[in-house]
């Protein structure tokens, strides 16, 4: 019995490493009964996995919640603070803050609805999906959304937001 029939005999108890430097030398010497040999003793494993579409799509639509809910902050803070520089004297001209705070006001419209179609595509309410991402609004959300009823969302801003949240929550096939 040769030396490589009498290794051949335990290959089946080589460590990871073991297996890889014979595999290595096997490959430098171009020898296929080898690499074969060793590729059947192979330990083989089963493992149980969760589904990853449902993991990946869970994980893409925790962004999607996250980028929402930080943009509406975003763009509340910016309408509260114009809101503050009104009252104060020396602040913004009356105009350029009715003005700013419309546009406030219209990111906001703007990114809730493109939130709202994105979860609409998976046939979820976006209430229901900031819930179970422990993810509310302020309050201040809905008192801007009533104290400006006529408020038109930006097109052109909510078609790439749109987009944007399409492109990273796929719905699966």
């Known amino acids: 019995m040769t030396t490589t029939d009498k290794l051949r005999r335990h290959y089946d108890t080589l460590t990871p490493t073991e297996r890889i430097a014979l595999i290595v030398e096997a490959f430098g010497k171009g020898d296929e009964t080898e690499l074969e040999s060793l590729g059947r003793t192979c330990p083989q494993y089963h493992y149980k996995a969760k589904d990853m579409d449902v993991v990946r799509g869970l994980e893409a639509m ?15 803070i910016t ?24 546009i406030a006001a219209s990111l906001i419209l703007t990114t809730w609805n493109a939130f709202r179609t994105v979860c609409k595509d998976h046939g979820l309410e976006p209430e229901k999906v900031l819930e179970a991402a422990k993810c509310p609004l302020p309050d201040a959300f809905e008192i801007i959304l009533k104290l400006h009823p006529h408020m038109e969302p930006n097109e052109k801003i909510g078609t790439q937001l749109l987009e944007a949240f399409r492109s990273v929550w796929k719905v699966a096939a």
């Not at 925790?62 to 509340?76: G, S």
């Open 79 to 102: 309408y509260l603070l114009i809101t503050n520089a009104l009252d104060k004297d020396g602040g913004l001209p009356w105009e350029k803050a009715i003005e700013g705070r419309n």
């Open 62 to 76: 925790f962004d999607v919640v996250h980028v929402t809910v930080i943009e509406i902050q975003d763009y509340i």
